[in-house]
């Protein structure tokens, strides 16, 4: 067992998993008699099938809020703004080629 400690979104991601398989496996026996040309199955155990879409959501969004979480770690950990070449980036990690352009021209005419 790992003594990682749990990211965020990290307990959604596993949650969404295990519910797409428990969904996965509800697909499964109720598509069984239709292909096998027994009884149908009462509708309830049709709904369990649905759970197959509700894991993918739970997983999926578990997976930005991780990424988010991360985004905005490296994003806070950068402190400032840095320039690189001619774009400037800020903690939004947007590039801003304008003030990039700006600082390259004031660069230049100091020279």
């Known amino acids: ?27 499964v026996v109720t598509v069984a008699p239709l292909l096998l040309h027994t009884k149908r199955l009462p509708t309830p155990a049709y709904f369990v099938s649905m759970l197959m879409g509700l894991g993918l959501a739970l997983a999926l969004v578990g ?11 490296t994003a806070g950990g950068a402190g400032g703004t840095a320039v690189l070449g001619q774009s400037v980036v800020g903690k939004s990690g947007i590039g801003q080629q304008a003030a990039g352009q700006a600082a390259a021209d004031q660069a230049a005419a100091e020279r």
């Open 1 to 27: 067992m790992s003594k990682q400690t749990l990211g965020p979104g990290d307990l959604l991601v596993r949650t969404g998993a295990i519910t797409f398989l428990v969904g996965t496996v509800g697909t």
């Open 63 to 73: 997976l930005l809020k991780s990424a988010l979480a991360q985004r905005h770690a």
